[in-house]
C-alpha cells in the first residue's frame, strides 16, 4: 500500500481504507506503473487460507508490512500486505481461493518516497476542499470569494493536474 490508514487519518479524519486503496489504484491508473521490484519474486504458489507457499525462490526477502502483487492465478490476482513471513510461508491479510497454481508469480511493489509524499498532498487537498467544492462566487458585504474553474483541461481525476505532476516522471508507455 502506498498509505496505510494510520497516516492517512493524521492527515484527515473523514479519510477511510477506501481512500486509501483508491489512491493507491489512481496512481497505478495514471502511471500504468505496478512499481515492482523484479528482484523480490516467488514463483509456482501454492495459496490457501491466508498463506502463500512457492515452488522458487526465497521466501525470506519479504518482511511484514510490504505489500505484494499476485499475477497468473485463476482467482487471486491482485494486491495483499504481507502480516508475517515463517519457514512455512507468508502470511497476509485476509484469506485466498484455495489454488495451486505453477505459473503463479507474487512480487514486491514499492513506492517511492516522493509518491508517497504526493499522495500525502492528494488527501490533503481532499480535507481542506471538501467542503468549497462547488463555489463559483461568494459575496458577503465587502468580502467576496472567487475559486478558479476546474476544466477537464486543468484536472485529472477529481485533482488539479498541478496537484498530479509527481506522477509524471513514472508514467510507462502502455502497449496494447
Known amino acids: 500500500m502506498i498509505i496505510s490508514l494510520d497516516e492517512a487519518l493524521k492527515l484527515d479524519s473523514n479519510a477511510t481504507q477506501e481512500t ?41 526477502i519479504f518482511k511484514a508490512g510490504d505489500t505484494i502483487e499476485i499475477n497468473g492465478t485463476d482467482y487471486n490476482d491482485g494486491l495483499y500486505v504481507v502480516e508475517s513471513v515463517s519457514d512455512d510461508g507468508i502470511s497476509i491479510s485476509g484469506d485466498f481461493i484455495a489454488e495451486a497454481n505453477s505459473g503463479a508469480i507474487a512480487t514486491k511493489v514499492s513506492y517511492p518516497a516522493d509518491v508517497l509524499a504526493g499522495v500525502k498532498k492528494l488527501i490533503a487537498y481532499d480535507a481542506k476542499m471538501r467542503d468549497k467544492a462547488g463555489i463559483k462566487s461568494e459575496t458577503v458585504a465587502r468580502w467576496s470569494v472567487t475559486y478558479y474553474d476546474v476544466t477537464a483541461a486543468e484536472s485529472s481525476e477529481g485533482y488539479p493536474v498541478s496537484l498530479l505532476g509527481f506522477l509524471d516522471k513514472y508514467r510507462k508507455l502502455r502497449w496494447s
Open 20 to 60: 486509501c486503496d483508491g489512491l493507491e489504484t489512481m496512481v497505478r491508473k495514471l502511471t500504468n506503473n505496478n512499481f515492482q521490484l523484479m528482484k523480490f519474486r516467488i514463483r509456482g504458489l501454492q495459496l490457501s487460507g491466508s498463506k502463500i507457499k512457492a515452488n522458487s525462490g526465497r521466501i525470506d
